[in-house]
């Protein structure tokens, strides 16, 4: 019998209980990718989790900007970053190619793209972008999968 938990919406596969070793390693390729600027990895976060509709994730992750220090209006703004002042280019960058690599459907991320990045982060930060994207894509799918709801909010 596989454990499961069930909520206001359905029943969903306890992940952890069953197999956590695979969780164990979806948690070791996010610290993997940790050595990414704090700031950058949580925009990056945030809005990967925005287009995937992972609302537990982008209530995490907006509240590690918060207490990051970011803007609120940055934050605000992520959803909207290609039209706003906002965000640097370094920045734009780095959210150009989460969002390609979020947005497969799309098909393969134009070279252009991978070009930008270069031209304002290292390869090593490159390819950090990359697994902080491809983790939180898992993560983000992970989280709908089990059924993870927003804590309420704080009286």
């Known amino acids: 019998m596989t454990a499961t938990h069930t909520d206001s919406v359905g029943t969903y596969p306890d992940i952890a209980g069953n197999v956590p070793e695979a969780r164990r390693s979806l948690a070791a390729l996010t610290r993997a990718a940790a050595a990414l600027d704090h700031i950058t990895a949580e925009l990056i976060k945030t809005r990967v989790s925005q287009i995937n509709g992972c609302a537990y994730c982008v209530d995490l992750h907006a509240s590690a900007l918060?207490?990051?220090?970011?803007?609120?209006?940055?934050?605000?703004?992520?959803?909207?970053?290609?039209?706003?002042?906002?965000?640097?280019?370094?920045?734009?960058?780095a959210l150009a190619l989460a969002e390609a690599l979020t947005l497969l459907p799309g098909g393969t991320p134009d070279p252009a793209v991978y070009a930008e990045a270069a031209h304002h982060w290292s390869a090593e930060?490159?390819?950090?972008?990359?697994?902080?994207?491809v983790?939180?894509?898992?993560?983000?799918?992970y989280m709908v999968a089990t059924g993870a709801e927003v804590p309420p909010l704080s009286e």
């Open 66 to 93: 918060r207490t990051a220090g970011e803007n609120p209006r940055r934050i605000d703004a992520l959803a909207v970053w290609h039209d706003s002042a906002l965000f640097t280019e370094r920045e734009r960058a």
């Open 135 to 141: 983790g939180i894509n898992a993560w983000n799918r």
């Open 125 to 133: 930060e490159v390819a950090l972008i990359v697994m902080t994207t």
